[in-house]
Each structure stands twice: as structure tokens, then as C-alpha cells.
Nanobody, 123 residues
Framework: QVQLVESGGGSVQAGGSLRLSCAASGYIGSNYCMAWFRQAPGKEREGVASIGAERTTSYADSVKGRFTISQDNARNTLYLQMNNLKPEDTAMYYC?????????????????WGQGTQVTVSS
């Protein structure tokens, strides 16, 4: 069974940085995609960034140039480096894993989800 555990959330001022981590255990498969999603109160969940088995990445327009997704296969860990944070980035951030290589930012294609880590950005 795949388990995902996020960490690294917190409270920062606008312009600050945070790095989220997602520790994965269990076997996802060779054709996988991993991603970060977020959900703010009263809003729908949105895809933030994804990375495939061949390290192909995709980003939501709202975070391009500010966020970077990466993975350390040796440590089975997914990261999200978030720079120049804005108040509108405030949300619960979730790590997710899919057995579909091209899942991208389509949340419905992700089978495994973490419990989330809260990010709060104050102005």
C-alpha cells in the first residue's frame, strides 16, 4: 500500500519561502506521476505542480516561475520549493501519486493522497 506523508508547511510573510516534502512508501509503479495539489477554504482543489517518471514537469499558471517541483528517488521524497509566496497561496497542500504517467494536474487520475500540510501566507 502506498502512503504519502507531507511536511514543511507553516506560516510566512508575503515574499517568503517554504519547502514542502512528501515522503512516499510502497511501490507506485514504473509509469507514475506525482504532484502537489492545494485547496483553500471555500475553493475547489487545484493542481499546483506535477512531475513524471521521466522528470517531465507541469505547473499551474499561478505558480510558474515561483514554485519548483522535484524528487529524490533515493529518498523516495517529493519536494515543492515555494518562493515569493503570496497571500493567495494560502491553502492546505496535498501530495498525490498516480499510476498514470500523464496524469499531470488532473486530480481525478490520482489514486494516493497524503493528509496535507497547511501553508499560510500573511500580507
Amino acid at each position: 500500500q502506498v502512503q504519502l506523508v507531507e511536511s514543511g508547511g507553516g506560516s510566512v510573510q508575503a515574499g517568503g519561502s517554504l519547502r514542502l516534502s512528501c515522503a512516499a512508501s510502497g511501490y507506485i509503479g514504473s509509469n507514475y506521476c506525482m504532484a502537489w495539489f492545494r485547496q483553500a477554504p471555500g475553493k475547489e482543489r487545484e493542481g499546483v505542480a506535477s512531475i513524471g517518471a521521466e522528470r517531465t514537469t507541469s505547473y499551474a499558471d499561478s505558480v510558474k516561475g515561483r514554485f519548483t517541483i522535484s524528487q529524490d528517488n533515493a529518498r523516495n521524497t517529493l519536494y515543492l520549493q515555494m518562493n515569493n509566496l503570496k497571500p493567495e497561496d494560502t491553502a492546505m497542500y496535498y501530495c498525490a501519486a498516480s499510476q498514470i504517467a500523464g496524469a499531470g494536474l488532473m486530480g481525478g487520475w490520482y489514486k494516493y493522497w497524503g493528509q496535507g500540510t497547511q501553508v499560510t501566507v500573511s500580507s
